[in-house]
């Protein structure tokens, strides 16, 4: 059996034993939730060049990644073991390229109406998205780098509305 320490915050995916558990969310008021996150991509010029003007071999990268991106909000829960299956009401996948990176930046926008939270689903979503570019192009350029994800911003449920500074 695990020992808290005095004010020491308790974890709400771990029993009182230590194990690892998932929330009942039972108790929960439903409410609107949405929340949005973001990641890039880098990679040399001439890549971006072949992904905007569509000549990869493979195909189109947006389009694929932008639909990767949206199979990866629907399958969170299979893939990241205590989250909640959700009924997602919406899934936006904005992929766009950024000449400053060089690279591109997804940002994927989720929402549903229930009792849990839709962070996890909107970084998974830009994730997936981002790592569907790399298998995308990596015949043309293997040095490409994903970093930066995080979530923006969150709305609904008992911890209220977050933006990040």
């Given at each position: 059996m695990s020992e808290r320490r005095p004010g020491a915050k308790r974890l709400s995916h771990v029993d009182a034993d230590g194990a690892a558990r998932m929330?009942?969310?039972?108790?929960?008021?439903?409410?609107?939730?949405?929340?949005?996150?973001?990641?890039?991509?880098?990679?040399?010029?001439?890549?971006?060049?072949?992904?905007?003007?569509?000549?990869?071999?493979?195909?189109?990268?947006?389009?694929?990644?932008?639909?990767?991106?949206?199979?990866?909000?629907?399958?969170t829960a299979e893939l990241i073991p205590l989250c909640h299956p959700l009924p997602l009401t919406d899934v936006q996948i904005d992929l766009e390229a950024d000449d400053s990176l060089?690279?591109?930046?997804?940002?994927?926008?989720?929402?549903?109406?229930?009792?849990?939270?839709?962070?996890?689903e909107a970084i998974s979503a830009v994730c997936v998205t981002l790592v569907t570019v790399y298998d995308m192009a990596k015949a043309i350029d293997k040095s490409m780098l994903i970093s930066d994800v995080c979530l923006l911003e969150k709305t609904g449920g008992r911890s209220g509305d977050w933006r990040r500074g």
């Open positions: 929330v009942d969310v039972s108790g929960k008021q439903e409410t609107a939730r949405m929340a949005r996150a973001t990641g890039t991509i880098r990679m040399e010029r001439a890549t971006l060049d072949a992904i905007r003007a569509n000549t990869v071999a493979k195909g189109d990268v947006i389009a694929v990644a932008r639909v990767a991106g949206v199979m990866a909000a629907k399958k060089p690279g591109l930046r997804a940002t994927a926008t989720t929402r549903t109406f229930g009792r849990t939270g839709v962070e996890i």
